[in-house]
């Protein structure tokens, strides 16, 4: 009797954990080991989004979406456009393209690329009637492009043949083909709009790489690509395929590196930025990306705006001493910033003039900065704002501490708990206080460093600032057909910006990857992701 | 017993609207604008925000939302994450492979936990018990991030007994080196409560009356002693299955398992309401049966129980 009473206890112990094992048993087993043969494993994140090249703005996704997908050009590892399916892209005047594709290609379940894959995908990124797209925006400089009306049909989009088809711009804008390479162009095949859902979950691209069969994304786990046997454009893959494994953490992405499991990561975790170098050696990466970083000062603050204004942004930039930030808060893993956009893109210079007021001279800011007290008293305490969910407590701190002692103001981080209670005060305007602020580019344009931040009225000014002549100067370069008369332009409205100071350049933060004994030429883009077709692996 | 289970079936229902109402409001009221965080640090076109709002139902009221959110529940919509993928998609997915952890961890601490903790509890004093004592003092003093840094370096990357983190399709054999970080903390937990209800029982009459009636000791522990310093360390496994169900986003993190913990962390980050509340829903309802199980089970452990009823 008593010895089944204990039975019985012991069988609802086993129940309850049966119970709860058996709930288990939809997810089987696979096969745990790195992948065998020429597959490269990397490192990635869960796409926010279903994968549909228009509505994914992130890197997790994007990864993937380059991937998968060929688009008109794409970019080499210094950023430099070359064609893939495009065959040629022409302009007169910088507003109106005729594109000519290649002929012959297809998406991977055997649709022809033509002149429709692009622009019926364009149209659909475009119409708002298909719910908001994340990367919507790109499609503004289309004729006919609007937010407020359903449009299904870009005017600005005429297909001519099966493999030409015109753009029309609303106004000149000569970085229009460097776009291109970006996912929110890639072409789409006509059974994608059957049902843009599934399609999502299951793309059909045009790319180096192709998904290795149905459910071949494993949310949250994984996703395994395998090469496109009919891609014959310049990316094709040096290896038999890519598993990007999906990491929640980078710690967990770096422990799996140290422990031959994965052969490439991309985002070293700041716990190992000052010893995966030793560690990793001639296969460490640390160069900079095209990632600019920044705090912004609004105008509308008081002392801010004006020549006062000039003179206390100037003498905050000149009392703050990058190098020593950058080598005792981040490592070595920053760049000191030399300019407004990235020395990654094409048309960089570190000499521009005026950028002089990014070295520190601790006796100079304390001079502007007593001028501009000669105009109005400075009182109360200089503070910038960040979110504190992101890891920049330790910078803000130390760069407020510089000011502190360099200028002899009060000087303080102001923290807000997450992301997006800073963005929103920052996208309200309700923020009072200078800002962390910072740019990842889409494509690699100078222009796509300045206009979307400092032009009047510009979708990411969050600054509100606004000077003619910078906004004279970028439409110019936007309208030159000639891409080194651009950017001789726009670094002409860089020399403003420097004296205007919107916002105080930092650095640029630089792309930290390493990878596994088993791989070979790893190199990383301008985009900070590796050239995965150029990897190869030895056996 | 069958009304004793639906009278306590019943009571579940006002826990979960109390917890799911509380758990929207809190996510609700998390400062800041989640559709503005999902564009980084660019700022996207007004039109573009607020379609997306309107998607989501941000741009209603709370209590429209936490109501939009509930009549969906009833219709077996758990709602959509912003990544488009069905709540109830995620659900079926993370859940399974936090309960094997869970479970895994579970029998760890049970199975070590109880044996340790009855070799002490008889050798109380000797060279065993004390360093039982030192080592389940350690376990509980150390954060269990350290411990799982330590096992997942150690085991994981210098010794590669076990793959530093989750494979594919979380195996089994994947999940053990987790399982046991996450039960190190409950193991000393057990060990301490197993020994001191162990030296009471041993202490007690009818051991002695057992003893001296003749028993062999190899019967008065398994039966006596055993069975009747269980029930407060099965009370502690019941609350502590729980707490790992929840608890297990550190551990999750760290050695990138694709479960609950992992998932809900995310959620909270990005403010998705109905991820957050869905899965927390379902975390009260397995608390809830799991503690209905361990209260019938008591029945089991000890006639006084069941006869009170």
Known sequence: ?????????????????????????????????????????????????????????????????????????????????HNDVAESIETEDAQNYTIKLREGLTFTNGEPVNANSFVDAWNYGADTANGP???????????????????????????????????????PESDFPLRLGYSAFYPLPASAFDDIEAFGNNPVGNGP????????????????????????????????GLS????????????????????????????????YEDEFGDRAVNQPAAIFQSFTIPGRLPHFDGEEGKLRRQALSLAIDRDEVTEVIFNGTRTPA???????????????????????????????????????????????????????????????????????????????????????????????TAFR??????????????????????????????????????????????????????????????????????????????????????????????????????? | MTGYIVRRLLQAIPVLLGTTFLIYFMVFAMPGDPIVALFGDKTPPPQVIEALREKYHLDQPFIVQYFLFLGGIFRGDFGTSFSG????????????????????????????GIAVGLISGLRKGGIFDASALVVSLILISLPIFVIAFVCQWLFGIQLQWFRATVGAGAPIQDLILPAIVLATISFAQIVRLTRASVIDTDGQDFVRTAASK???????????????????????????????????????????????????????????GPTVVSFVTVMVLIYLVVNLLVDLLYAVLDPRIRYAK
């Open chain 2, 85 to 112: 993928e069905p709540v109830s998609e995620i659900l079926v997915r993370t859940f399974p492979v936090t309960l094997q952890l869970a479970v895994i961890a579970v029998f760890f601490e049970m199975v070590f």
């Open chain 1, 244 to 275: 990007i494994i999906f990491y929640a953490s980078q710690d967990a992405a770096y422990a799996d590196l140290q422990a031959d499991n994965l052969d490439v990561l991309d985002a070293i975790p700041d716990s190992a930025l000052a010893t």
């Open chain 1, 338 to 432: 030399s300019d407004f956009t990235s020395p990654v893109i094409d048309g960089f210079s570190d000499s521009i003039p005026g950028s002089e007021v990014l070295d520190f001279d601790a006796t100079k800011a304390k001079e502007l900065w007593a001028q501009a007290d000669a105009i109005s008293p400075w009182d109360g305490t200089f503070q910038i704002a960040y979110n504190a969910d992101g890891g920049h407590a330790g910078w803000v701190d130390a760069v407020t501490n510089q000011l502190k002692n360099n200028l002899g103001i009060d000087a303080s981080g102001a923290p807000y708990p997450t992301f997006a209670e800073a963005r929103t005060l920052i996208t309200n305007r309700t923020i009072q």
């Open chain 1, 133 to 171: 797209q994340l990367s919507q925006y790109f499609f503004e400089s289309i004729k006919g492009f609007s937010y407020d009306e359903s449009v299904p049909e870009l005017p600005g989009l005429v297909v001519v043949d099966d493999t030409t088809f015109t753009v029309e711009l609303n106004q």
């Open chain 1, 1 to 81: 009797m008593k010895i089944k009473r204990i039975g019985v206890a012991a069988i609802a112990l086993a129940a309850a954990g049966a119970l709860t094992l058996a709930g288990c048993s939809s997810s089987a087993p696979e096969s745990t080991g790195a992948a065998g043969g020429g597959i490269i494993t990397t490192n990635g994140s869960e796409p926010q989004n279903p994968l549909v090249p228009t509505n994914t703005n992130e890197t997790g996704g994007g990864k993937i979406l380059d991937a998968i997908f060929a688009g008109l050009v794409y970019y080499d590892a210094e950023g430099a456009p």
């Open chain 2, 214 to 272: 003749g028993l062999s000791r190899g019967r008065i522990v398994p039966v006596h002693i055993l069975r009747n310093s269980l029930i407060p360390v099965v009370t502690y496994l019941a609350v502590d299955f729980g707490v790992l169900m929840v608890g297990a986003t550190v551990t999750e993190g760290i050695f990138n398992v694709p479960g609950v913990g992992n998932t809900l962390y995310q959620a909270i980050i990005r403010g998705e």
């Open chain 1, 209 to 240: 790489y192709m998904l290795d069969g149905d459910g071949a994304w494993k949310h949250n786990e994984r996703i395994d690509l395998t090469v496109n046997p009919d891609y014959d454009g310049p990316r094709a893959p040096k290896n038999d």
């Open chain 1, 437 to 539: 602020s910072g740019w990842q580019a889409d494509y690699p344009a100078l222009f796509n460093f300045l206009g979307p931040l400092y032009g009047t009225g510009a979708g990411s000014n969050d600054g509100d600032y606004s000077n003619p002549e910078v906004d004279a100067l970028l439409t110019q370069g936007l309208a030159e057909t000639d891409l080194a008369a651009a950017n001789e332009k726009f670094q002409a409205a860089q020399e403003i910006l420097f004296q205007d100071l919107p916002a105080i350049p930092l650095w640029y933060s630089n792309v930290n990857g390493a990878w596994s004994t088993q791989v070979e030429n790893v190199q990383f883009g301008w985009n900070s992701v590796p050239l995965y077709y150029e990897i190869t692996k030895g056996e």
